[in-house]
């Protein structure tokens, strides 16, 4: 049967694994056919995100911020169940502040997270120890706030436009050895980050937060179907490219 | 108690702050400030707060207390 988005055969990381859109990325990936090695902090949730997949999965638990164990757990990975063909970066942490309570350590831990560990985990995925050398994909997840402004948002807005740079410079560096780099900047997508963070606010602001998109909140799989899109090879002439997929919040 | 009432005092855009302050008094009182106390709450006391605990706290003093509440 013809299945141009088959990703039988194919192996990708994917990082923030436990819940919301890691998870529901983990779960299509994983019906669509490929192995899927989860990452997270919390290996509760990636056991139960395991349990879900219909594929094979590996789990490693990795603290994102530790870059020498990330990438020893990945090339050990990699020795079991042979080499990879991209990432999906989710792993992310909000950063709610004014700019006069920017705190410089938080601000440090949140570019790590959201932007330094996608690089490291590019820099780990392009060697061809690890790289399968075939239908590379690297997948960054950005915000709509990467693409457009928003007041007590300028640290995540940072670690997030930081990605679409990240993502035009690798697009170029990595096209020689095959690997495509893309970017999704997801809308507001109902999960418990967004609960975490619409609890500052008043009940008026989840009444704000629907208007801002046209066709309302999105649900995690309307990004993990975008995802499953840009690494399978219908998507093979896509590269460098920053994908707005929210519901038309950016098309105001 | 002295770093914190520093803290506000940057928070509010005031010279200094006093515990008896009210906080929906001060020129700077807004969504952006409330915030901000948010944020440093989080950061602070590890303690997570709303918009509406930081008005019914009343006072800078009552917002102490709430941050160092369990």
New interface residues.
Partial sequence: MYNPISLAGKKYIVTGASSGIGKATSLLLSKLGATIILIDLNDKGLSETAESCLNETKILVVDLLDSADLKAKIVNVVSEIGKINGFIHLAGRPY???L??L?EK?LLDVLKINSIAGLELAKICSNKSVFSGESGAFIFISSVYGCVGS??NVGYAMSKSALHGITKSLAIELAPKGIRVNCIAPGFVKTNMLDSIS????SEYDEVINKLHPLGLGDAEDIANSIAFLVSDMAKWITGSIINVDGGFTAQ | MEDFLEKMAELFEEDTVQLTDTIVDFDAWDSLTSLSIIAYSGEEFQKTITVSQIVEAKTIGGLYELLKSN
Avoid: D, Y
């Fill in positions: 709610l502040s004014p006069k309570s705190n938080v007041a007590a609890g500052s606010f008043s």
